[in-house]
């Protein structure tokens, strides 16, 4: 039999494992929600005019509060009702869990510890809790997938632009010359590379018809070059689409959605049932 039988409460581990069950339903929604309001409080609370105004601090702190022990007991219950609670913790999703709570309790109980700038950076963990919205995408994992399959020919398409860029950039400097701004090779390559990636920031400009004209070319071929990592990573994502449309199934310990063939969980390692 499955994990379900090793949990101390079934209902629970169905209501929070099992988002195909009405309860399941309702608690991934109740828990996106949360999220939601965790994460504009955040946000908001960042903005100086907002954060100024009479009683907001008030209402981020109850925010937080209420956010952070919402979150701390669905960590807790995940843990309780896992059949493997250690890889769980250890998961991506038992990372994420653990992270989003984490700068509460330690802002708790270190209040003067080091500077401002190290209790802002604690507190500022806590918009990782917008990774917790990656458990409710199914499909992210397909678009993971694709970007896997597509790694190596996206990564000899950089090492190309990248050769290029050295190659333009030396070609810029020898052309222009210090008296252009393009004072030496590298500060010559930050220039291609802004410029092929048609940024252009306008911080340096050729001064030369020549250098103008190579300049033009770069801009022409940097639009080319854009539209092809894009076709990889789509035709790649097409064919992960039609051969794993159907075939996907989810890990009963961190709900992470895989391979219909895998024996595995591949981020918590807990083992499927053979029937599966």
């Known amino acids: 039999m499955t994990g379900v039988q090793t949990c101390a409460l079934p209902i629970l581990y169905?209501?929070?494992?099992?988002?195909?069950t009405p309860s399941g339903k309702a608690f991934d929604v109740a828990l996106f929600a949360t999220i939601g309001v965790s994460v504009t409080a955040i946000m908001l609370e960042s903005v100086p005019s907002i954060a100024a105004h009479q009683g907001a601090s008030q209402w981020f702190k109850a925010i937080e509060l209420i956010t952070t022990l919402l979150?701390?007991?669905?960590?807790?219950?995940?843990?309780?009702c896992s059949p493997k609670p250690g890889?769980?913790?250890?998961?991506?999703?038992?990372?994420?869990?653990l992270v989003s709570t984490l700068p509460f309790y330690l802002a708790v109980l270190f209040p003067t510890t080091g500077t401002l700038a190290v209790i802002?950076?604690?507190?500022?963990?806590?918009?990782?809790?917008?990774l917790k919205l990656s458990r409710f995408l199914v499909e992210g994992n397909l678009l993971w997938q694709s970007l896997l399959r597509s790694s190596r020919k996206i990564g000899v398409f950089l090492f190309t632009v990248v050769l290029l860029c050295v190659i333009m950039g030396t070609i810029m400097y020898t052309v222009e010359g210090p008296e252009n701004g393009f004072s030496s090779i590298p500060l010559s390559i930050y220039w291609a590379i802004v410029t092929l990636t048609t940024v252009g920031y306008g911080d340096i400009a050729p001064g030369t018809v020549l250098g103008q004209f190579l300049a033009s070319a770069i801009m022409i071929m940097g639009y080319a070059i854009i539209a092809v990592p894009t076709g990889i990573v789509t035709v790649d994502l097409a064919t992960t689409t039609n051969r794993k449309e159907s075939k996907l199934k989810t890990c009963e310990n961190c709900g992470n959605s895989c391979s219909?063939?895998?024996?595995?969980?591949?981020?918590?390692?807990?083992?499927?049932?053979?029937?599966d």
Do not use: M, Q
């Open 14 to 20: 169905t209501i929070i494992f099992e988002a195909n």
């Open 71 to 80: 979150f701390t007991i669905e960590y807790v219950l995940r843990l309780w």
């Open 87 to 97: 890889p769980y913790a250890r998961s991506f999703y038992g990372v994420i869990d």
């Open 120 to 130: 802002r950076a604690l507190r500022l963990l806590r918009i990782f809790r917008v």
């Open 260 to 275: 219909k063939d895998a024996n595995y969980c591949p981020e918590c390692g807990t083992e499927f049932p053979l029937n």
